[in-house]
């Protein structure tokens, strides 16, 4: 018995050993795997905190100062932490840089990080022996399943260091080696400019850049013609953001679809791209342009096999750390359907266009391309324009030369010439940063503004039986002053005027009015409460008389609208286009409402201050009148606005989720 004994507490002892073992193991090596990986997450999150004013970043790879990283700032802004502003600096409107994205990335940090082992694929092949990730093709290939703008069932996918290189290997693979004839090139103005650089620098005698599609239709046609064609097709096109369909048809036509924008960020996808070649780039998806890949969607096997080798001679493939990157991107892209990401892309390009095209809509000196709204089968909606880029046109006969006329208000735009097309074109990258987007904005309406310098140069008011004229001859420009009056009870006015008076806050707020053509950044900018906004207001509705805001806080207050230089607001229906006397309005409810409960009337005009006299202003409650020593001014009841009717101050921004639609704005959205 005791023998027996003694064995069972030598067997727990052996197993106690063993499972302490076994546990200091697993202890250690977690311990030891957590050191390395822990490591490069302090590092890369010590300089992703370096703060640089919102205006810039710094980067691991970024030069060091002192030990320190120091911050690469946005155009126009410099100093140690990029809160110097270069007021006199030329905003960059070339570049496709699409930098857009970058806060949405910041949003999923998590998500979207890797971190990379010293020994991660060394090798020149994966195991298969091939130089693609089957993991990204399959991840790819998902991506455009949920989209839907891409047919990939049956097809042949390869990778290259962006779609420039793969644009010239589509080119040589399918050109026919030993032809009597150069193949011709050909795409249809305006035309992407590499096709034609790109072309014009390898100097093949295998083919050559022609020019525009427009001047071959007849040869493509004609069967007894021995010349072949290359045709690029760009949808949406760049530079104009046009849907855009092969021209040339023939025996002889090859296609090359270059489809780098059709993505839900700059259009609708009214059906997935079933053609012989296409080529996409990760720059356009994600934003990530300096990770320098794309790929190529291929129905012909031995296209397919002539553009890998070209590949394999050119760069032996695609980096192993590249296609890592791109795979956890991915990955992110694709939960919930892709759809975060889509909408956030498409709501901050949107916004943009509209802003731009509004400014340049009160121009007779300037205009921009046309987009038509298309359905969308990925939202299931009709959605309007959302372009990558403006496709801007200088009209003055003397303008001949629209780059200058640019440049010369400190805009560096891309020549239209470089396009094919005519030199009164530029065009205006609207994809960088919010920072490069706001002064390209600020610059398009000083020269817009600049119009309308003089009292002589305004557009003329609409006589009455024409309310059918064109948009331009439906606005006038005037100055709004939004005057901030409290409803609440707990009075934080000095917040409230504090944000108001912050230019960018009262273009967002003054919007919902007309179109913002620019503010009074003269001395004179902020008058005691009031902050002058240029707007170009439509005159067959009725004047907006102010709007609610809301504080982060949850306090709510009435922004007062007053105009300048309006010959006249109808007091019966807000109307500028006649008098009380001639409003039918006023006339079917003559007698049924007095003077005092009109929505409108002489408050709306803006009084110049005396800034020498001292005012008195008492709040006693919100249904309370407010009174001052000069003027009444008249806000609706609070328990009448509906929730639609509110917007959100968040920091110095009006929030992007909150939107109006009173006062003629219909549902447009802030950013």
């Not at 021209?247 to 993505?263: C, E, F, M």
């Not at 070209?310 to 192993?320: D, F, H, K, N």
């Amino acid at each position: 018995m005791a023998t027996v004994q003694s064995f069972k507490y030598a067997l727990i002892l052996i197993s106690s050993l063993i499972l302490n073992l076994f546990s200091a193991n697993v202890f250690l090596r977690i311990r030891w795997e957590q050191s390395w990986t822990k490591m490069a997450a302090t590092e890369a999150e010590t300089v992703a905190s370096i703060s640089c004013s919102g205006h810039g970043r710094a980067f691991l790879d970024g030069l060091v100062v002192n030990g320190k990283p120091i911050c690469e700032c946005n155009a126009c802004f410099a100093g140690p932490d990029c809160s110097d502003f270069l007021s006199d600096c030329a905003v960059d409107a070339d570049s496709g840089d699409p930098t857009f994205l970058e806060p949405f990335w910041e949003q999923h940090a998590a998500s979207s990080a890797i971190v990379m082992a010293g020994w991660h694929r060394m090798s020149y092949e994966f195991n298969d022996g091939s130089l693609i990730s089957e993991e990204l093709k399959t991840h790819i290939r998902r991506v455009h399943d949920i989209v839907g703008n891409a047919v990939t069932d049956g097809r042949f996918i390869i990778f290259g260091a962006g779609a420039t290189q793969l644009l010239n290997a589509a080119v040589r693979a399918i050109s026919p080696e030993g032809s009597s004839s150069p193949e011709k090139v050909v795409a249809s103005t305006p035309y992407y400019p590499v096709y034609k650089e790109q072309t014009e620098f390898l100097n093949s005698k295998d083919y050559k850049f022609s020019g525009d599609t427009s001047l071959w239709k007849s040869s493509a046609i004609d069967s007894s013609s021995s010349q072949n064609f290359i045709e690029f097709v760009t949808s949406p096109n760049n530079p104009d953001g046009q849907l855009k369909k092969a021209v040339l048809r023939g025996p002889s036509v090859k296609t090359i679809h270059d489809l780098a924008y059709y993505w839900p960020h700059f259009t609708a996808i009214p059906a997935p791209a079933d053609e012989d070649l296409t080529i996409f780039t990760l720059s356009k998806l994600t934003g990530h342009a300096g990770s320098r890949f794309g790929w190529a969607i291929i129905k012909d096997e031995a296209v397919y096999q002539r553009m890998l080798t070209y590949m394999s001679l050119s760069t032996y493939g695609v980096s192993r750390e590249t296609q890592l990157r791109v795979l956890k991107l991915l990955k992110v892209v694709i939960q919930g359907k892709g759809r975060e990401m889509y909408e956030f892309g498409y709501k901050t390009m949107k916004t943009r266009w509209d802003q731009l095209s509004k400014s340049v809509s009160l121009s007779k000196r300037f205009s921009v391309q046309d987009l038509e709204p298309h359905y969308c089968s990925f939202s299931g909606k009709v959605k309007k324009s959302s372009p990558a880029f403006a496709w801007l046109k200088c009209e003055r006969q003397e303008d001949k030369h629209c780059y200058e006329v640019l440049k010369a208000a400190h805009i560096t735009g891309r020549d239209g010439s470089l396009f094919g097309a005519e030199s009164r074109y530029v065009r205006l990258s609207m994809v960088r940063s919010q920072d490069n987007f706001d002064l390209l904005l600020q610059r398009i309406e000083k020269l817009v503004t600049e119009e309308y310098a003089s009292k002589s140069s305004m557009a003329p008011s609409v006589p009455r039986e024409n309310k059918h004229t064109a948009l331009n001859h439906l606005h006038r420009i005037c100055w709004i002053k939004p005057a901030v009056q409290p409803i609440s009870k707990n009075l934080a006015s000095g917040k409230v005027i504090a944000a108001i008076l912050n230019v960018r806050v009262a273009r967002d707020v003054v919007s919902i009015a007309g179109v913002v053509v620019g503010t009074d950044a003269g001395s004179d900018e902020c008058e005691g409460y009031f902050m002058r906004v240029r707007v170009g207001i439509d005159i067959t509705k009725p004047f907006c008389r102010g709007r609610y805001i809301v504080l982060r806080s949850g306090e709510e207050n009435w922004v007062n609208f007053k105009h300048k230089q309006l010959p006249n607001v109808c007091h019966s229906c807000g109307c500028l286009t006649h008098h009380d006397k001639d409003c039918l309005n006023g006339l079917r409810r003559k007698g049924e409402a007095k003077t005092v409960n009109q929505e409108f009337g002489s408050w709306l005009r803006a009084n110049t201050p005396n800034l020498a006299k001292k005012s008195v202003v008492r709040v006693t409650g919100y249904k309370e009148e407010i009174k001052e020593d000069a003027a009444t001014c008249q806000s609706p009841d609070k328990d009448d606005v509906d929730e639609g009717d509110k917007q959100v101050l968040s920091g110095s921004r009006v929030n992007s989720r909150m939107f109006v639609t009173d006062c003629g704005a219909g549902d447009e959205q802030f950013n």
